[in-house]
């Protein structure tokens, strides 16, 4: 008898498959945060499946707002959405995305108090927080919200990404590089992961200048914007 296990089988069977072949043994006893991405109930599709009924269209009206950068529109798609579920922690996790995107740090950190207040182990409200810490500039409490959202949820590549980021900004090198090595291995296309690489080895001593360069054309292929100090350091400015 043999059981052939493939990505159709479902996510954690296919994880635990995949581990195996590659001689690493997971423990079978995982925090329940941890096990919870893989389960089918709390995938996006069964969360939204939670909100009231006619909302479920409305917020992913507001998700299709966001990846068009409609932050506005998305801001009150989710904002209808919460008149009748005020608390739901995916709902607030989302509004406080498009209200970050705006600039409205503000309104974003009370949305996401209030969803980490209803459930304080939400990978995603985790992993936003941080976000919003780091573009505050306030970088060790953003270290701390990213490293328990990646514990939570070790495949989210952004989260991966800023912490990486967050660590570099306090001279923490080679826990950044660990980071941003994870995030470009879940999403090798991540432009913003290999700028910030390239800026790791560019500025580190001595510099590894070839696999800063390296990774910054990356970037650039990815569609970053030019970093002209950066090239500078790289030799490589026009």
């Known amino acids: 008898f043999r059981y052939v296990v493939s990505e159709s089988s479902g996510s954690f069977p296919y994880f635990l498959s995949q581990s195996a072949c590659a001689g690493i043994i997971p423990p079978l006893v995982l925090p329940k ?25 409305e917020f992913k009206a507001g998700k299709a707002a966001l990846v068009k950068a409609n932050f506005s529109e998305a801001e009150q798609k989710f904002l209808h959405v919460l008149k009748l579920d005020e608390e739901n922690p995916l709902t607030l996790a989302n509004l406080a995305m498009a209200q970050m995107e705006q600039g409205n740090y503000d309104d974003a950190e009370a949305s996401l108090a209030r969803a980490l207040q209803n459930d304080d182990q939400d990978a995603y409200s985790l992993s936003l ?109 026009k």
Request: glycine letters at 6%.
């Open 33 to 57: 945060h941890y096990l919870q991405q893989f389960h089918p109930k709390y995938t996006l599709e069964a969360k939204v499946a939670t909100l009231p009924e006619g909302d479920a269209a």
């Open 129 to 237: 927080m941080g976000t919003l810490r780091y573009r505050q500039k306030k970088y060790e409490e953003a270290r701390d919200h990213l490293a328990k959202a990646v514990k939570l949820n070790p495949e989210d590549a952004n989260a991966q990404h800023f912490l990486g980021s967050t660590l570099n900004n306090l001279g923490q090198r080679k826990a950044a590089e660990t980071a941003l090595r994870k995030a470009l291995q879940m999403k090798p296309g991540h432009a913003e992961a290999h700028h910030n690489l390239a800026v790791v080895y560019a500025t580190q001593k001595p510099p590894f200048t070839a696999l800063a360069k390296f990774h910054y054309d990356k970037a650039i292929a990815g569609g970053h914007a030019k970093n002209l100090d950066l090239e500078k350091m790289l030799g490589t400015e």
